[in-house]
């Protein structure tokens, strides 16, 4: 833990030296000299992950619309900390945006853990449809709150299935005596623990390892994680338990928004909303193509029945409901 906080820290101290440099004179295309504005924003994907086509475009847009006097430097793979590190960073304006997935959020907004509610989403039309409207913005407006930031739209992060090394899940009962990996979302742990697995939280840069070792028999991800992180090569049964579609929240801080021109802000804005359109659709592709490749790898893919198990974690929604804002907001998201 004090190594970990000393790697945080060392982190922080090399952003603050470098926020004095942000901005620098530069010349702007009519000859007349203007700030150079520099915006980090990071996100815990690989290269290929359709999070950083996003920042790819909030950044084209950005440059392009400021004539190159804002520069976006985008910091993938973590390199500047995890999620949940990453979000206190744009909380004190040492970072610009981040990717902030509801599953991390919980822990800072408990709000957010409404979205994290197993089985809530019919389908990815429901999903948009519900992080789109009033209640995704009555959560944005909690995240604002928290983080000190702006939420400039839902990305969205894969539809999650369990998968594991030992047998197929068809049946709730499939999970009993396995040791699952979740994110550490009470709501996630409380659902695996509810549908008989061992639910064991652990950090993503663990999980490749413990699987290896056995610490745990499997975990539950999309199809590109399962993919990009090659954990086809360490698990063998996928199924298609659909139960959560995740979304993320892309985070401004609000601390560098309110210092940027005004002219400067629409155009944040409005990046913001285009990268959420690309994002979505090249999280979309590269789903279909990772099961594809997937699917050749040799990994069964099992289809399975989610009413039973919809209906044994109803006492999920039950102890939970309180904190994510009642029953009525649960059941109007599952009306929209």
């Known amino acids: 833990m004090n190594k970990k906080i000393f790697l945080l820290a060392g982190v922080i101290l090399i952003l603050i030296s ?170 996630l742990v409380e659902t695996f623990n509810t549908l008989g697995a061992q639910a064991t939280p652990m950090s993503w840069g663990q999980l490749y390892s413990a699987l290896q070792m056995g610490v745990v028999d499997g975990a539950e991800t999309d199809h590109i994680d399962l993919f990009q992180e090659r954990f086809y090569e360490v698990t063998k049964y996928v199924s298609y ?9 892309l985070i401004f801080s609000k601390k560098q928004f309110n210092k940027l021109p005004e002219e400067y802000r629409e155009i944040v804005i409005r990046a913001g909303k285009l990268s959420t359109i690309v994002q979505r659709d090249e999280m979309e592709r590269i789903t279909s193509q990772a099961l594809k490749e997937l699917k050749e790898m040799g990994l069964e893919f099992h289809e399975v029945d989610k009413e039973p198990f919809k209906k044994k974690v109803q006492e999920v929604y039950e102890k939970y409901a309180d904190q994510v804002g009642g029953i009525e907001v649960i059941e109007e998201l599952e009306r929209q």
């Open 241 to 249: 338990t659909n139960h959560m579609f995740l979304g993320v929240a």
């Open 18 to 187: 470098s926020c004095r440099q942000d901005v620098q004179k530069k010349v702007s295309r009519d000859g007349s000299p203007a700030d150079k504005i520099i915006l980090k924003v990071a996100h815990n994907g690989k290269e290929s992950h359709p999070f950083q086509a996003g920042f790819q475009k909030f950044k084209e847009v950005l440059e392009e619309e400021t004539d190159g006097v804002v520069e976006v430097q985008i910091f993938s793979n973590a390199q500047l900390g995890n999620e949940e590190e990453a979000s206190q960073m744009v909380k004190l304006g040492l970072v610009s945006a981040s990717a902030a997935g509801t599953g991390g959020l919980a822990n800072i907004v408990p709000e957010a853990d409404l979205f994290n509610l197993p089985f809530v989403f019919r389908d990815l039309d429901h999903f948009y449809r519900v992080m789109d409207g009033p209640v995704g913005k009555r959560v944005a407006e909690s995240v604002e709150k928290e983080l000190d930031c702006i939420v400039l739209g839902y990305w969205f992060s894969g539809i999650r299935n369990a998968w594991n090394s030992s047998k197929p899940i068809i049946t709730p009962d499939d999970f009993n005596g396995l040791k699952i990996r979740v994110m550490a979302s009470p709501i």
